[in-house]
């Protein structure tokens, strides 16, 4: 997919000025890209990489460099994280894309149908290892308790911290926008997600992914 292409350009202008002027996010996605005959990857797009300019600024504001969670709780928005991981790790550059408000998305929005393949071990420890570099207080994830087999996922990434040396844990949630936006406040905790409503509603948000595409462009 060509996210480059004149009439996609277009169309993000479009979104860009009816959310500036306050339409439904919704709405206004079904009228650009039902004026512009735009497929499902192209609205994908769009949802996730265009916004108002006033959000765009305010959720920068919140970023923090990956050195700056020395000694802080990393709370990770689990499935959010890793599928971004996982896609990068697959190959798929296409797909993940940077984003107006300065985080990496995957535009496929696979996230009601993931499933646990054969890039889930190498993504975890890809993030964990990272993460352990810059001396975080402990690092712990959190997996929508909906989606199949999170309960399996959560012991595969606890038994991973464990065999780093990583303290911290795994757990599942039924409400993980909540729990992650909940402790926050209460630990002080920096949040690894790019989900922009729970973005909205904390006041330190790590971009976990970038920092993955960085170190592995280092590496290689």
Known sequence: ??????????????????????????????????????????????????????KIESRKDKLILLADIEGKDVLLDGYNVLITVETMIQGEKEVVVKCED?????VKAVFGKYKK????????NSIISLLK??????????????????????????????????????????????????????????VATSDGIIMDKVDLVLDVPGYVSKFKRIKN
């Open 1 to 54: 997919m060509n996210f480059q292409d004149p009439i996609l350009t277009e169309a993000k202008k479009d979104f860009q000025y009816l959310l500036e002027r306050g339409f439904p996010r919704t709405g206004a996605l079904e009228y650009v890209g039902n004026h512009y005959l735009l497929g499902e990857m192209e609205r994908n797009y769009l949802n996730r990489t265009v916004f108002p300019r006033a």
């Open 102 to 106: 300065g985080v990496i998305r995957d």
């Open 133 to 190: 570099i810059f001396k975080p207080k402990g690092v712990f994830f959190f997996f929508d308790s909906p989606v199949s087999l999170s309960g399996e996922l959560a012991r595969a990434t606890r038994e991973i911290l464990e065999s780093q040396g990583v303290p911290g844990d795994a757990q599942t949630s039924e409400n993980v926008d909540k729990t992650l936006i909940d402790l926050s406040y209460k630990l002080g905790g920096v």
């Open 117 to 124: 393949n054969e890039n889930t071990a190498p993504a975890l």
